[in-house]
């Protein structure tokens, strides 16, 4: 399947809504305080966003509320154009782990993050639809392990389902994911190394393991 250009679909959005006298509202799911830095920084421009903060895959509990402290830290630092809310949405584990049975072995990048995608992007719609925002979207597009095609298919597809419109993004794009390492820093952001399940922090440490452990002759 020929690769969608989501970033120029973003800029003739964004040349739709500059002229309008309000702001239209975007309700943004937010993964985490580095990643949503240069979203915020760029979408306050053109849209008003609620930020929601809906991550049922991160564990321990203590790491979730870890990352919310800081989502909720960056936005009261960071300057914007326009002040965003945030919905803190239920921690409920369960909802991650039935839709991750029988995919817990794969690695990251595969069904089950595709799964967890959809999971928390028909969470956003349904909020989206209920709270009356004109767009929704999710930060998860810019991190360079996560999959842009596979992240707009599926909201494209809730947002025909739920009848509220999905925002064409792809973030990394235009310098977005080397703006938020900068602002990560200028802001003293706390960095999480893995995305945030047991399953990829399991990876993580079995990678950590095999690189401190001395090659046999």
């Known amino acids: 399947m020929e690769k969608v250009n989501y970033q120029k679909k973003l800029d003739e959005v ?6 309008l006298q309000t702001k239209p509202t975007l309700l943004l799911h937010a993964c985490c305080a580095p990643c949503s830095s240069y979203v915020l920084e760029y979408l306050t421009q053109y849209f008003h966003i609620v930020l929601f903060y809906y991550n049922p895959n991160i564990s321990p509990k203590e790491e979730f ?21 945030i919905i803190v949405g239920e921690y409920d584990q369960r909802e991650f782990f ?9 690695p990251e990048g595969s069904e089950r993050c595709f799964r967890c995608y959809r999971l928390r992007l028909e969470k956003t719609a ?10 929704f979207t999710t930060t998860l597009s810019i991190s360079p392990y996560k999959n842009a095609q596979k992240l707009n298919e599926i909201a494209f597809e809730l947002g025909e389902v739920y009848d509220i419109k999905a925002l064409p993004v792809d973030f990394k794009k235009k310098g ?22 047991v399953y990829s922090k399991a990876q993580r440490d079995r990678k950590n393991r095999e690189k401190n452990t001395p090659a046999s002759k």
Do not use: H, N
Request: aromatic share 8%; with cysteine.
């Open 14 to 19: 964004i040349e739709s809504v500059k002229g």
């Open 65 to 85: 509320e870890k990352r919310t402290r800081e989502l909720e830290r960056l936005l009261s630092e960071m300057p914007m154009q326009d002040s965003p809310e």
């Open 98 to 106: 039935d839709i991750a049975k029988g995919f817990e072995d794969l």
């Open 126 to 135: 349904q909020l989206a639809k209920q709270i009356g925002a004109d767009w």
């Open 176 to 197: 977005g994911y080397k703006r938020s390492i900068e602002l990560s820093a200028q802001y003293s952001l706390y960095r999480q190394d893995y995305c945030g399940c």
